[in-house]
Nanobody, 126 residues
Framework: QVQLLESGGGLVQPGDSLRLSCAAS????????MGWFRQAPGKEREFVGG????????RYADAVKGRFIISSDNTMKSMDLQMNSLTPEDTAIYYC???????????????????WGQGTQVTVSS
């Protein structure tokens, strides 16, 4: 079992930045994927970005590429999401997810992740 805890959400204005953090505890392993997903009201949960155990493996959705940056430490227990140039379309609940995997390319499919955090609300509004 892996437990995930997100933090850092809030209300910001368009153009602002926000940083989310995800802390993992429990049975974390060397071969893993950690991903950020988001879900807006009335929409399906979608992949935002993620990393695998392989260095330099960060992968992003087209909608956030160039604006969002993922960083993770080598303890396999934390991952941050730096969100820049936020727009109202980024408003959603953001979730951290974790799965065990030997693949170097991080999986973008929500159903492949068995472990989820409780989510943190990000609201971008003027």
């Amino acid at each position: 079992q892996v437990q995930l805890l997100e933090s850092g959400g809030g209300l910001v204005q368009p153009g602002d930045s926000l940083r989310l953090s995800c802390a993992a505890s429990g049975r974390t392993v060397r071969d893993y994927h950690m991903g950020w997903f988001r879900q807006a009201p009335g929409k399906e949960r979608e992949f935002v970005g993620g990393v695998s155990w392989s260095p330099g493996s960060a992968r992003y959705a087209d909608a956030v590429k160039g604006r969002f940056i993922i960083s993770s430490d080598n303890t396999m227990k934390s991952m941050d999401l730096q969100m820049n140039s936020l727009t109202p379309e980024d408003t959603a609940i953001y979730y951290c997810a974790y799965r065990y995997s030997l693949q170097t390319i991080v999986d973008t499919t929500a159903s492949q992740y068995p472990y989820w955090g409780q989510g943190t609300q990000v609201t971008v509004s003027s």
